[in-house]
């Protein structure tokens, strides 16, 4: 077999083992904490993990995308277009700018909140009023979930973060023990209830 053949292989091999999850949201959000814990859910379970961030150009407010790839062996962080198995967003027109990242079957968990960027409360740009209809055309798997009210209703709306990655966790293969480990060893002791309750209400959405 030549050189490229066999590269070609190895490729094909990790593709089929690895799952590829993108995180998105806005600045604040707690979009890195969420692929922390994925990140550490996977490692619990012996996989090789290998994540990447990008930040907007505001720390907070500007459009943030963690990336998540786990599998027995994991050469790159880097998620190809259409590759995603799941997309999570924290924010809904965010869901919609990294739509192109989510492979046709994959599953979609999107929040319902907006939060407006200066773009649009300076009049130089619009927020769709059809987000919801787009959302639904644009994944046919859609987990819409109002994830900062349920935190706000558990006490926190911080917890958001953790109510989404409960969702996502629906699509993925990982048990819900080492979610659980994962929780406690990346969120402080005085966070430790209101994450967990947040993790179980988005786990439990349907």
């Known amino acids: ?18 799952k ?10 707690g979009i890195l904490l969420a692929s922390e814990i994925l990140a550490q859910a996977a490692m619990l379970e012996g996989y090789d993990v290998k994540t990447n961030e990008v930040h907007g150009m505001a720390q907070r407010g500007g459009s943030v995308m963690a990336q998540i790839r786990y599998g027995r062996e ?12 799941i997309l999570g967003a924290l924010e809904k027109v965010e869901a ?8 046709p079957d ?34 046919p798997r859609l987990v819409y979930i109002d ?17 989404l990655l409960g969702a996502i966790s629906q699509g993925l293969d990982l048990p819900l023990g080492a979610w659980e480990k994962a929780i406690a060893l990346c969120v402080r002791e ?7 309750k ?6 439990n959405y349907s």
């Open 1 to 18: 077999m030549s050189e490229n053949g066999s590269m070609a292989k190895e490729t094909a091999k990790e593709t089929a083992e690895t």
């Open 20 to 29: 590829s999850i993108v995180i998105v949201g806005v600045g604040g959000q």
């Open 74 to 85: 994991v050469h790159s962080p880097l998620v190809a277009r259409n590759a995603a198995h």
């Open 96 to 103: 919609l700018r990294y739509a192109d990242y989510l492979r």
């Open 106 to 139: 994959g599953l979609a968990a999107v929040s319902s909140q907006a939060i407006m960027p200066v773009s649009v409360s300076s009049g130089a740009a619009h927020y769709p009023e059809d987000a919801e209809e787009l959302l639904h055309q644009a994944f």
């Open 147 to 163: 994830a900062a009210k349920i935190a706000k209703d558990l006490g926190d709306i911080r917890a958001a973060n953790v109510v």
């Open 190 to 196: 005085k966070f430790l209830d209101i994450n967990r």
């Open 198 to 203: 947040a993790f179980a209400a988005g786990r």
